[in-house]
């Protein structure tokens, strides 16, 4: 899944019209848009909204290795030589406040020019003020902090479009979705290249093993430390020939009666194993 | 799949973490010569990135980073039990470096800390200040690549070369320098030491191939091993870790017959044995990585709080090795 953040809506508007995502009504508290591959959320505006929302967004199901999340929105910097809808994946995260850095892994080949963000709890107007990052923002700091209790720091992304040089008072709505809409298709494009090479092919038991296994467990009377062995002993003879269903079968029918006994059939099975 | 990972990653040292305090140091700026495409990041302390909880060890792998760091505390540690100590009363390691080049399936680092980063410390001058210090209360045997490779470095930062350079000053410090890399030609104009080991992990290809990965084959490890001989350095050879994998015997029989018909066993100076061994708590962590080797899966026996093949399974093997290796080399020159 790719889960995207946005702070305003006109900023989330470009993917919700390109990519044909459809409001899910089932929550109250924040706007949630969907597709089979993509859930966006408006967070609202601040570190703090940001911390929440993506919060209330990952603890409502489960996350996986591949899945990613990417908060997008627009800028401000104070440099001039930028240009306006440059788009910039951040490398380096400052919490003005507290002065914390925050640093998401850049693992991946992308298309993107890097820079730091510094992420204020106002507004900044003033373009002569001194400036850590080469960006500023209002929630990328709060964002980070909460998806990374959720996903690894190569999991986490955050592309900021410039579209002012600290005046905001002339950016109008319409502005900052077109600012966006000619990113959206580049971002996921690239989301997807990403996700599909994290997508997990881990091989592990099948349902039908771990049945079996806990099914021995308890027919063998065994330990919790016994058990543990068990299981990596499994696993190593799984990972040399692919099933362990054969070798479990006979020690499905068998009921200790003491631990004793189980231990005897422990130590067999070990033999067997290994 | 290896394609695949090539486009998608970025490529090794694509960004180059620096701390603050570090930014103006000499050898900061030597080693920046080598990464001009590097995108450079300000940090302010290397823990701040090295050491956050929520990394993936395995993927960043495919594309380390390069951390810039001063080190401050902890310059020289007393070695560790699981080391051996060729008999040295006072055995120390020290850290210029953390993690390395290669990525090596069984490699304890992964279990020892949360980041694949490698991180170097450019401030080498402080902890020669560290070493000479205890140098005043006594002689010291120092090993300083053991949580990496230096000498596989060497090219970009030259430290093989530097503690060379201590070394020749400090005749009560003997240092052993530790690689699986065949990289002697980046030092072999310096003067050979007395008191300097080059030691070498040595291993049969078809476990360099499937379990060392990004490392020198045994043929290209071997010539710079000549070369070191040749030039009259004393050159330490290291069967360890023995992995127990399928036909082991047959390999090991093959490298060490291999590797004495292309080096002269008397020219060695010794030759540690030893099988894979880790502690618990880092083969746990092992194992979270690398969910699927089937060589971290093996079902070791854990005694004081090591993780290794059982007593005759470990007993079988050096046995097998040191009688192996016995055929070139003399019984006292061999450590198990
Ligand atoms: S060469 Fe040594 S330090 Fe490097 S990956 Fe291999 S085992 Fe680890």
């Given at each position: 899944m790719i889960f995207l953040c946005t702070a305003m809506y006109n900023e989330a508007y470009p993917f919700i019209k390109q990519f044909n995502l459809r409001k899910d009504t089932s929550h109250q508290k924040f706007q949630v848009f969907k597709s089979e591959e993509i859930t966006l959320i408006i967070t609202g505006v601040g570190k703090l909204k940001g911390a929440i929302a993506v919060t209330y967004l990952l603890s409502n199901g489960t996350v996986n290795a591949s899945d990613l999340l990417i908060n997008i929105g627009v800028c401000g910097t104070n440099n001039t030589n930028i240009p306006l809808g440059t788009t910039f994946l951040c490398n380096k995260i400052i919490d003005h406040e507290t002065q914390r850095a925050f640093y998401p892994d850049i693992l991946f080949t992308h298309p993107f020019k890097e820079a730091s963000v510094e992420t204020f709890s106002t507004l900044v107007k003033d373009n002569n003020m001194d400036l850590e990052g080469d960006l500023v923002d209002m929630e990328a700091s709060g964002i980070y902090q909460s998806s990374t209790l959720f996903l690894k720091a190569h999991q986490v992304f955050f592309i900021k479009i410039v579209s002012d040089y600290l005046y905001t008072d002339n950016i109008s709505k319409?502005?900052?979705?077109?600012?966006?809409?000619?990113?959206?298709?580049?971002?996921?494009?690239?989301?997807h290249k990403v996700e599909s090479g994290l997508l997990n092919n881990k091989k592990e038991f099948t349902e039908k093993e771990k049945e079996m296994l806990n099914q021995v467990v308890k027919n063998l009377k065994l330990s919790s430390t016994m058990e543990h062995q068990l299981k990596q002993l499994l696993k190593f003879y799984w990972l040399q020939y692919g099933t362990v269903e054969e070798i479990l079968k006979q020690y499905m029918d068998i009921e200790c009666q003491s631990k004793k006994e189980g231990k005897k059939h422990f130590e067999e099975l070990r033999q067997k194993l290994i | 799949m290896k394609n695949l990972d090539k486009s998608l990653y970025s490529p090794s040292f694509s960004h180059v973490y620096i701390e603050k305090q570090a930014m103006n140091h000499p050898n900061t700026k030597k080693i920046l010569n080598h990464f001009s495409n590097a995108q450079i990041i300000e940090i302010n302390h290397y823990k701040d990135i090295f050491s956050r909880s929520h990394q993936h060890y395995g993927l960043q792998k495919?594309?380390?980073?390069?951390?810039?760091?001063?080190?401050?505390?902890?310059?020289?540690?007393?070695?560790?039990?699981?080391?051996?100590?060729?008999?040295?009363?006072?055995?120390?390691?020290?850290?210029?470096?953390?993690?390395?080049?290669?990525?090596?399936?069984?490699?304890?680092?992964?279990?020892?800390?949360?980041?694949?980063?490698?991180?170097?410390?450019?401030?080498?001058?402080?902890?020669?200040?560290?070493?000479?210090?205890?140098?005043?209360?006594?002689?010291?045997?120092?090993?300083?690549?053991?949580d990496t490779d230096i000498l596989a470095f060497e090219n970009v930062i030259g430290y093989g070369r530097e503690w060379m350079a201590f070394a020749q000053k400090h005749q009560n410090l003997t240092i052993e320098l530790r690689t699986k890399s065949a990289n002697f030609k980046a030092i072999q104009d310096i003067e050979p030491l007395e008191n300097m080991i080059l030691a070498w992990t040595v291993s049969p290809d078809p476990i360099i191939k499937k379990y060392e990965n990004k490392t020198p084959f045994l043929k290209d490890r071997l010539i710079s091993i000549k070369g070191a001989l040749d030039r009259g350095w004393k050159v330490r050879l290291c069967f360890d870790p023995l992995l127990s994998i399928e036909e082991w015997q047959k390999h090991y029989k093959e490298m060490i017959k291999y590797t004495f018909s292309q080096v002269a066993a008397e020219k060695i100076y010794d030759i540690s044995i030893g099988v894979f061994r880790v502690s618990k708590d880092y083969l746990k962590r092992m194992r979270k990585q690398r969910g699927e080797s089937l060589l971290l899966s093996y079902p070791f026996e854990t005694q004081n709080g090591i993780s290794s093949y059982d007593v005759q399974q470990t007993q079988k093997m050096i046995n097998h090795v040191y009688q192996w290796t016995a055929n070139y080399v003399s019984k006292e020159k061999i450590y198990i």
């Open positions: 319409d502005s900052i979705s077109k600012s966006i809409e000619d990113q959206a298709i580049p971002i996921l494009s690239w989301s | 495919k594309s380390p980073k390069l951390i810039l760091a001063l080190k401050k505390d902890h310059l020289i540690y007393k070695g560790a039990e699981v080391c051996e100590d060729f008999g040295h009363p006072y055995f120390y390691y020290t850290s210029t470096m953390m993690n390395c080049i290669y990525d090596c399936e069984y490699c304890y680092l992964q279990g020892m800390y949360t980041s694949a980063n490698v991180v170097v410390f450019v401030n080498i001058e402080e902890i020669f200040g560290e070493v000479e210090k205890l140098l005043k209360k006594h002689p010291i045997y120092l090993c300083i690549s053991y």
